[in-house]
């Protein structure tokens, strides 16, 4: 919750009269987020609304039913929508299905906050997460990038927020299964398989020799020493990091 609050603080992620929806999988991280964005709803100075919103994409049926009773147990609405995004991936014979899904995840998550009036939209992404994706674009596509504690989507007039950014995986873990919160099955067939993984234990690997590597790891990305790094190549240069 320290870290959380911290996160929350240090980027202003939450203003008073904010609407925030919650883009909810089911997954740990998300649920985790519903119980302590209700927490801090309820009993902290900052004001602010909830929703919960879950885009199906139809890989496999779920019972959500679990997770619809937790949402209405801390009085927080949920919205499911559904679309059938496995059925468009298969009829596209698509090579990279985790990008197109997460895209069109994506943009029927904002949506759906939009219509609801929300201009915030908060995503369980954890300091885990965060260091993976850095992994992950340095090796496969040769950039120093991840994704940031909060992003302003133009296009939609929207705040992304990641109140998760500065707390370590494992904690989420603890949390999850002493509150007991409600965790549905994996909505999609690829999870765990992803190259995401294998970054998963590179990091463990490293965390195992220097205990606080994730912790340092997230002071350095607040510690750019942008004048050490070298010149930047030309815009025409650029092919873009991976889309994660
Ligand atoms: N189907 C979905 N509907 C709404 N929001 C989603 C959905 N899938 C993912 N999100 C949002 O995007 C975040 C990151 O998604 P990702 O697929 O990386 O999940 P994850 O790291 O496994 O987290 P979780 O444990 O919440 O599933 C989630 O924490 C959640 O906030």
């Known amino acids: 919750m320290r870290y959380v609050k911290r996160a929350i603080e240090d980027y202003e992620m939450i203003a008073p009269g904010d609407k925030i929806a919650v883009g909810v999988s089911g997954g740990k991280d998300s649920v985790a987020l519903l119980r302590i964005l209700a927490h801090l709803r309820d009993y902290s100075h900052l004001s602010f609304s909830m929703v919960a919103i879950m885009i199906d994409p139809g890989w496999k049926e779920v019972d959500i039913g679990p997770l619809a009773d937790f ?8 919205y499911l929508v ?13 090579n990279n299905p985790c990008s197109l899904c997460a895209k069109l995840r994506s943009g029927l998550l904002y949506s759906k906050a939009v219509s609801l009036g929300c201009r915030r939209v908060a995503l369980g992404h954890h300091l885990d997460d965060v260091i993976e994706t850095f992994f992950l674009n340095l090796v496969h596509a040769g950039y120093l990038r ?5 992003v302003y989507l133009e296009r939609m007039g929207i705040h992304l927020i990641r109140p998760f950014s500065y707390v ?3 904690a989420l873990v603890h949390f999850v299964a ?3 919160l409600p965790v549905l099955p994996p909505l999609c067939p690829y999870a765990g398989k992803t190259q ?8 463990e690997f490293i965390a195992q020799r220097y205990p606080y590597f994730r912790e340092r790891f997230r002071t350095a990305l607040q510690n ?4 050490d790094l070298w010149k930047q190549r030309r815009p025409k240069d650029d092919h873009g990091g991976l889309d994660l």
């Open 168 to 170: 370590p995986e494992s």
């Open 71 to 78: 949402c209405s147990k801390f009085d927080i609405p949920f």
């Open 178 to 180: 002493r509150e007991g």
């Open 196 to 203: 995401r993984a294998a970054m998963k234990e590179i990091v």
């Open 146 to 150: 991840t994704f940031r504690p909060v």
């Open 224 to 227: 750019v020493s942008l004048a």
């Open 82 to 94: 559904k679309h059938p995004i496995a059925r468009i991936i298969a009829a596209k014979g698509e």
